[in-house]
């Protein structure tokens, strides 16, 4: 079993950063695909950044984040990490991790087996 912990959600200006960051318990990150998605109020969840930490380390944005958003991971630490720059309001949302052991670089939540809660994100103009 599979467990994930988000952390590092804040209430930022347009224009800021923030690192979010999502532990992994019970199994080691270097065996899985990851990724980061997120859900505003009265939306679809939509994957944003995804990794194949298991086969290549492959990475792939979606084009609402790609050139500000950067997926990382710590093997050492067992981590996964989202670096967010140039924070738009639109940002605005709850952000999870998810992981999977065998399906790498998708974006369909329904690929992703184990899920995080949840770190929020706010994001002001």
């Known amino acids: 079993q599979v467990q994930l912990v988000e952390s590092g959600g804040d209430s930022v200006q347009a224009g800021g950063s923030l690192r979010l960051s999502c532990a992994a318990l019970g199994y080691t990150i270097g065996s899985l695909c990851m990724g980061w998605f997120r859900q505003a109020p009265g939306k679809e969840r939509e994957g944003i950044a995804t990794?194949?930490?298991?086969?290549?380390?492959?990475?792939a944005y979606a084009d609402s984040v790609k050139g500000r958003f950067t997926i990382s991971q710590d093997n050492a630490k067992n981590t996964l990490y989202l670096q967010m720059n140039s924070l738009k309001p639109e940002d605005t949302a709850m952000y999870y991790c998810?992981?999977?052991?065998?399906?790498?670089?998708?974006?369909?939540?329904?690929?992703?087996?184990?899920w995080g809660r949840g770190t929020q994100v706010t994001v002001s103009s």
């Open positions: 998810a992981a999977d052991r065998t399906r790498c670089l998708t974006f369909h939540p329904s690929n992703y087996r184990y």
């Open positions: 990794i194949a930490i298991a086969s290549d380390g492959r990475t």
